[in-house]
């Protein structure tokens, strides 16, 4: 063969223009390789969907009749690397040229990048055609200005791509951002919508993961796994969302309950991070539900924004900031994650079910990983390069471009800031506004220092102590250090005294 063609795990995009001719000089090369199974712990389910999907994948170019070799991870000829595979290939193909889509992942980029400059034969990387914007885009964008607002580059994509204008080219409804309806707690109705799962087994793929010995965990879940495998299945869980699900987007998008784990949120992310859907498509199709009369702005727009914005916004943040920005912890956090991330059983009601439920389900939405799990970790100062591998391992949608700046950066501020102009940090009084998790805690929510004070409170206002050299003048926190000042000192000492032991014994909460 003339040609090979790389296909990541996460490369799964048959409307990639690669597939819309078939070349019997080209071969197509699919690998499960133990240098991206064991990067990282993975969820059972993480490592599972993606070779689901990556055997789905080939089958579907072999039957298009495309020429397909595809390297599982138990074949023998497996050298169980990127680039010791496709060396291997090269030979064996007696190949003249390699080509790749662009990696997403900065690692994965710099692989390919030295294993082709050892290669005498020539290697072209093409674009994955899925993103709305380029790799160094960004900075371009902001050029001049001081701060990074997604806001402000929200604006900018909603009009490159004509979504929600009115006929005069102004932002439908009157307004770019209708967050401050969307904030609602969820009182138990409307129900949550059942999930569409199609069959599957994946017994045989679980004991061949076994039988290599690929660590990982989470809950297997092989007879029901409820991601979707391939892009009709995806097209399929879409439809379901924009009908079924999307007019609710909005209302409960922040809320959290022990009796609902998906609420109205799409379950889209490995979908879109496999690129099995495109997120034009997505929007386009969201839009048309407004148009429709199907779905209310404030859903639509809402949504809309979530892919059009953070998602393409924290792609740019990753490559403007790597290599290093893993590295960056600027609050000094060091402590390492209690061992109770790895099997959720902590008092504390709310990580107990956030925590619990990414065990089971690989995934949790989004306040859930935001203001439940990376509150507590940012509260009590837990390392944030152990955070990001955690995060990375366990959800279905991880994968490093998405994860590592919402994690370090929007998440833990390791980045000082570049994401959130302020550290996102509550104490209870938030949890207990926007979930019912507080209802049956072993905690009390409402007392800061004793026995059963709940632990986000005096971590909450010990973290304002802490940092007062870094917060103390940012304006977006005055209220909190205004707070602080009209404490009586003895109780700031209680606070701070509860907040160490506390710290002392986070593997006990
Ligand atoms: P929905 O709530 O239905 O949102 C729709 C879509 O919008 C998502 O599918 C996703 O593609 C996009 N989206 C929403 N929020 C974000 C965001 N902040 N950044 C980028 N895209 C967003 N998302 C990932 O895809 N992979 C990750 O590894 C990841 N790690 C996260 C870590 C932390 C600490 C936090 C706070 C958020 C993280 N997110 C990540 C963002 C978000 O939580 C998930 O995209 C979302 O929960 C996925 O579920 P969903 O498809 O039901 O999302
Ligand atoms: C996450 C993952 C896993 C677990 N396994 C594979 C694999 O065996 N082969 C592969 O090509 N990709 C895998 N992936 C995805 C990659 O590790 C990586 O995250 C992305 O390609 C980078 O964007
Ligand atoms: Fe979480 Fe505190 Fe509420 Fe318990 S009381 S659920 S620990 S916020």
Redesign the pocket.
Known sequence: ARTLR??????LNPLHSWFDAVDPEVVYV????????D?VL?HAQ??LA??AA?RAFAARLRADGHRVRYIS?DDASNRQS?PANLSALVTHYQTQEVQWQA???W???QTLQQWAEGQALPATVVDTEHFLTARHELPRLFAGRKQWLMEHFYRQMRRRFELLLDASGQPEGGQWNFDHDNRKRWPGTPPEPEDRRAPHDHDALWQMLQQQGVASFGEPQTKQLRWPLDRDEALQHLEHFITRVLPCFGDYEDAMSSRAQRLFHSLLSFALN?KMLQPLEVVRRAEQAYRDGDAPLAAVEGFIRQIIGWREYVRGIYWSQMPGYDERNALAHRLPLPAWFWTGQTRMRCLQHAIGQSLQTAHAHHIQRLMVIGNFALLAGLNPKELHHWYLGIYID????VELPNTLGMSQWADGGIIATKPYVSSAAYIGRMSDYCHGCAYDPKQKTGEDACPFNALYWDFFLRHRSTFGNNPRMGMAYQQLKKMDPADLTRLQEQAASLRARLDSL
């Open positions: 790389l296909v990541l795990g996460d490369q699919l690998m499960e390789v133990r240098s991206e199974t990067y993975h993480k490592i993606i070779f990556m991870l990127l990696p997403d992942e690692r994965v980029d496999v991880a994968f490093e471009w």
